[in-house]
């Protein structure tokens, strides 16, 4: 079975403009979260969606936003990039809501590496 | 705020000498507190899911373990192929996320 999957792989924008990384999950996970992971640091959580629905925010600024389609894909966008959103961006799925049930693995792709010129 | 600390930073091992990575935690309320290991360039790979003091689980040559305030990732005999940064994570279920430590990276040489 395909685990999660991302995509772009690697991208560089300039400072200033937008981006749109994708997320598909795990089929029949309908939880998806994401996460921004810098050099040396373990992941920080930004969102996480269940059913549609923002079930958690992170402290992350209102440029960071995220939606979750009928078919449980994502998609996150940052705009007016600023150099220190350089980071691997991480989506992770999971078959329940994370705040309902505690105990379930989230199980993370291989991320888009997001590089700020 | 929850709290999640892993010590040492950094561990380098013989191939066959066995160690531990310690977890530290500070929560309202653990829910579960995950393992999980990162290749250089890939995303974590879920390892063990851990909710209740004295609980074990096992695979191959790791072993981890929960108390009421600490995990240990327990690499019995461990080998090259076992270099990697260990990750431990807690969801106490508020604001539906996962905490992070900053990770331990280990490296066996052969």
């Known amino acids: 079975d395909a685990g999660v999957t991302q995509s772009p792989t690697h991208l560089i924008k300039t400072r200033g403009q937008q981006v749109t990384l994708r997320c598909s999950p795990i089929?029949?996970?309908?939880?998806v979260s994401w996460y921004q992971q810098v050099l040396g640091q373990g992941p920080q959580f930004i969102f996480q969606y269940y059913e549609k629905e923002e079930r958690g925010r992170g402290n992350f600024p209102d440029r960071f936003s995220a939606r979750q389609f009928p078919n449980y894909s994502s998609e996150l966008n940052v705009n007016a990039l600023l150099l220190g959103d350089s980071a691997l961006y991480l989506c992770?799925?999971?078959?329940?809501?994370?705040?309902?049930?505690?105990?379930?693995?989230?199980?993370f792709g291989d991320g888009t590496r997001l590089s700020i010129l | 705020e929850d709290q999640v600390t892993q010590s040492p930073e950094a561990l380098r091992l013989q191939e066959g000498e066995s160690s531990s990575l310690n977890c530290s935690y500070t929560v309202s309320g653990l829910r579960g507190l995950f393992w999980y290991r990162q290749d250089p360039g890939k995303g974590p790979e879920f390892l063990f899911t851990l909710y209740s003091a004295g609980e074990e689980k096992e695979k191959e040559r790791l072993k981890a373990t929960l108390t009421k305030k600490e995990s240990f990732l327990h690499i019995t005999a461990p080998k090259p192929e076992d270099s990697a940064t260990y990750l431990c994570a807690v969801n106490t279920g508020a604001n539906s996320k996962l905490t992070f430590g900053k990770g331990i990276t280990l490296s066996v040489r052969p």
């Open positions: 992770a799925s999971s078959s329940g809501d994370m705040g309902a049930l505690g105990n379930q693995p989230q199980h």
């Open positions: 089929s029949g996970h309908k939880s």
